[in-house]
């Protein structure tokens, strides 16, 4: 696999049966599986991983640490959570980054790569406006400068999505999904624990009660300074460097020829109506069922989410602890818990790993109430984030192949917004509330809340398997 453009293409219909073709094909010594992992292609997803994965946590979890600093209540920091709303509509503007030219970048760079370069960097430039802006004076412009990020960042992933699937045939698309994986886990190490340790490194004048407060918490507001978080969020901004880069010294992937459109109508009906038809053709009245699992399977994960740093804030643990803990040990923990579902999506099928992930993901909630109720306790953190982060990889690594195997690869691009969006759609509007909930009831009552929102899930996974028999498995 000397490059993108000399991996041999597949048609839709090997796509959609993509398990059979998976498992007849003769299969390559483990010197040659291993080896897959240092092609060209392999790295540039690596590093294009790194890329994606870099902003998700600067405009929710890291920006929820922040805000939480600076003295912004619950309430409003989950309704800003709503920013992250962007990635659950990106399959509105899927269509025309799938198939419309930007005037001059196209002709240079080819379509995916325009598109990809184009938002790098409008969310540089929004990460500047971020790291600049104080949201106690100025929580405006924060939340206009996120938004951007939010909106560059779910482009960045359509055209990252299709640029993955048109780079490699069906064998290869596990390694590349692998080592995008990989990138994209490191990159939220940086971004959640890189940034709190630069914004920690960089107070310059902490204030004298730091030292009596360790391990106690302190009231929102008092440790805030503004400018250790300029320098956190002008270093994240230039970490997108490596995307961009990665961009320009990457070649464009063969892409499938799709006829001319006579007529706007026609471009229309190509770009918008017939990946969507598509689907529905393909699954019929499973359709709705697939979208309907889509729509809630990380449903308990996401809501959960937007409130775990403003709870780790409240609990008194300082941003070194956060960061040691939460963002590089969490991570790492669920890289492991992602290469199990991967392995146990090969043994037992992917369904049967959703099932297993969605009730791992949904019992590990549980443990954070658990937590709440202890105290401040570094070693009882280290424990609920092995639990919960491990589960959390096994439950992607299985939705990602559950994903990837209802995608066309002749609608790459917009199919695979769509179920990417579904994802997160009703979870991300449901969080916004979470803050709401937990003034109200407090942080014990919600985390058991959010596990039961998990008890849906299971049920259709249950009803998926038995309407859809023939497991995914590539």
Not at 61 to 75: I, M, Y
Not at 334 to 347: D, E, H, P, Q
Not at 407 to 419: D, E, G, V
């Amino acid at each position: 696999m000397a490059s993108p453009s000399d991996l041999p293409k597949t048609t839709p219909s090997e796509v959609s049966g993509s398990a059979a073709a998976t498992d007849t094909a003769a299969r390559p010594s483990w010197g040659e599986t291993l080896r897959v992992y240092l092609e060209p292609a392999s790295l540039r997803m690596f590093a294009l991983g790194f890329s994606a994965g870099l902003p998700l946590l600067l405009v929710l979890g890291t920006l929820s640490f922040r805000l939480r600093e600076a003295g912004l209540d619950r309430t409003t920091i989950g309704y800003l959570s709503w920013v992250g709303l962007a990635y659950g509509f990106k399959w509105c503007w899927a269509p025309l980054v799938d198939r419309l030219p930007i005037p001059l970048l196209t002709r240079w760079l080819g379509r995916r790569r325009s598109w990809l370069l184009l938002s790098q960097v409008l969310i540089m430039a929004s990460l500047v406006g971020m790291a600049l802006a104080d949201p106690r004076s100025n929580l405006n412009l924060v939340v206009w400068c996120a938004l951007a990020v939010a909106f560059a960042s779910a482009t960045q992933d359509i055209a990252l999505d299709a640029f993955r699937i048109e780079s490699a045939d069906v064998r290869h698309q596990g390694a590349l999904a692998a080592t995008y994986q990989t990138g994209y886990r490191l990159a939220m190490i940086w971004a959640g624990a890189g940034v709190l340790w630069i914004a920690a490194r960089a107070e310059v004048a902490p204030p004298a009660a730091t030292a009596a407060l360790a391990g106690a918490a302190a009231a929102p507001g008092v440790l805030y300074q503004q400018a250790a978080w300029t320098t956190a969020y002008l270093v994240m901004a230039a970490s997108m460097l490596v995307g961009v880069l990665t961009v320009l010294f990457s070649r464009e992937p063969a892409r499938l020829a799709m006829p001319a459109a006579k007529s706007l109508a026609e471009w229309l009906r190509g770009a918008l109506i017939e990946p969507f038809a598509d689907f529905l053709q393909r699954y019929g009245k499973q359709a709705l069922l697939i979208l309907a699992l889509i729509g809630v399977y990380r449903i308990s994960d996401v809501v959960m989410g937007i409130m775990a740093n403003p709870f780790y804030v409240d609990m008194g643990y300082t941003k070194d602890e956060v960061a040691a803990v939460t963002k590089v040990f969490g991570v790492i923990m669920t890289l492991v818990g992602a290469f199990i579902g991967g392995a146990l999506s090969l043994r037992l099928g992917v369904m049967r790993v959703l099932m297993l992930g969605a009730v791992l993901s949904a019992a590990s909630n549980l443990l954070f109430a658990w937590l709440a109720g202890h105290g401040h306790d570094v070693r009882a953190l280290m424990l609920v984030i092995s639990a919960d982060n491990l589960s959390a990889g096994v439950a992607s690594a299985a939705f990602i192949a559950y994903l990837s195997g209802l995608t066309n690869i002749r609608y790459s691009a917009t199919q695979y917004a769509l179920f990417s969006s579904m994802m997160l759609l009703a979870p991300k509007w449901l969080a916004g509330y979470s803050g709401a909930f937990v003034d109200a009831y407090g942080y014990p009552t919600f985390f058991v809340a959010t596990a039961c929102l998990g008890l849906p899930v299971l049920v259709l996974i249950w009803l998926a398997m038995r309407l859809a028999p023939v497991d995914h498995k590539a």
